[in-house]
């Protein structure tokens, strides 16, 4: 076990820094679990021959309900196949509800009579079509250009309040924290990253971007790499100094508690350290 100089946190495995953000830890033996044993007692002779007539009475029941017959109050015993005899009495025969179908035979028609009926089918669908008046179809031809133009209006408005919102959003984007109490805030706690980052041991260069919530108190929670370095030792410096600094000042009341992204580029000579929201 590994117990935490400051604050007395305990791990099974020493990790590199502890949820208050010290990295120094105590080695503590565990004490090992005292394991006992106990012996099964040997059944005793009473208990061993009770439990066999229990086992043959079973087996015995079984038996008597599996092969022998079943006798009647009267004494008298039902044969197995006497159930079987009756439902063959019951079921009736298949000619009792046997009805032959009666045929009924159309008379044929000949090639002329099947022109006269397709004639006259043809005289009554050209009587239908002439009956249709002509104002039917000019209001259809109206009803048609209304909703062509009440389409078209709807399709405008639509475009319009997108069009507005689309306009909100960017404004609300702009204005999101920029008062003057965040900005001050946001500036206090860069300062805080960069007194808690130490260049020594990165090999190399290069860029990622962190990301990270705030509650009530100051805490930084959610901390995670929105953006990782190509870089190993770069996410390695990066990831030490936001473990370094787990706890700020309470955050101004303009925060909604969103995600908060810092954009950092390192290199042996030179850093930065900017915020993107």
């Known amino acids: 076990m590994f117990r935490c100089k400051e604050c007395g946190c305990e791990y099974e495995v020493k990790p590199d820094f502890c949820e208050c953000g010290n990295d120094e830890f105590d080695f503590v033996e565990q004490e090992p679990d005292i394991v006992v044993s106990k012996k099964r007692k040997p059944l005793a002779l009473k208990e061993l021959l009770s439990w066999l007539i229990f086992g043959i009475c079973v087996i015995l029941s079984v038996l008597v309900l599996l092969f022998f017959p079943k006798i009647n109050p009267d004494g008298t015993v039902e044969p197995e196949n006497v159930m079987q005899e009756v439902m063959h009495e019951n079921i009736p025969s298949i000619e ?8 009924i035979e159309e008379p044929v028609k000949s090639d ?3 022109r006269i009926d397709i004639l006259k089918v043809l005289e009554k669908k050209q009587d239908t079509k002439k009956k249709v008046p002509e104002q039917k179809i000019v209001k259809t031809q109206n009803k048609v250009t209304q909703t062509k133009s009440n389409t078209q209006t709807s399709q405008v408005q639509t475009k319009k309040t997108e069009q507005k919102k689309v306009v909100k959003t960017q404004q609300q984007k702009k204005t999101k924290y920029t008062d003057t109490e965040m900005r001050s805030y946001i500036s206090g706690l860069l300062n805080r990253f960069r007194s808690n980052l130490s260049l020594g041991e990165l090999d190399g260069e290069g ?7 705030l509650d009530e108190n100051g805490k930084l929670l959610n901390r995670k790499f929105v953006k990782q370095s190509e870089n190993k030792s770069v996410n390695d410096t990066v990831y030490k100094m ?5 706890v700020f000042n309470p ?10 992204k810092v954009y950092l580029k390192l290199s042996p000579s030179y850093y930065e350290i900017s915020f993107m929201n």
């Open 96 to 103: 009792s509800f046997w009805v032959d179908t009666v045929k």
């Open 112 to 114: 002329e009579e099947y």
């Open 207 to 213: 860029e990622c971007i962190v990301g990270f919530t």
């Open 242 to 246: 936001m473990m370094r600094t787990p």
């Open 251 to 260: 955050p101004p009341a303009s925060y909604d508690g969103g995600l908060l």
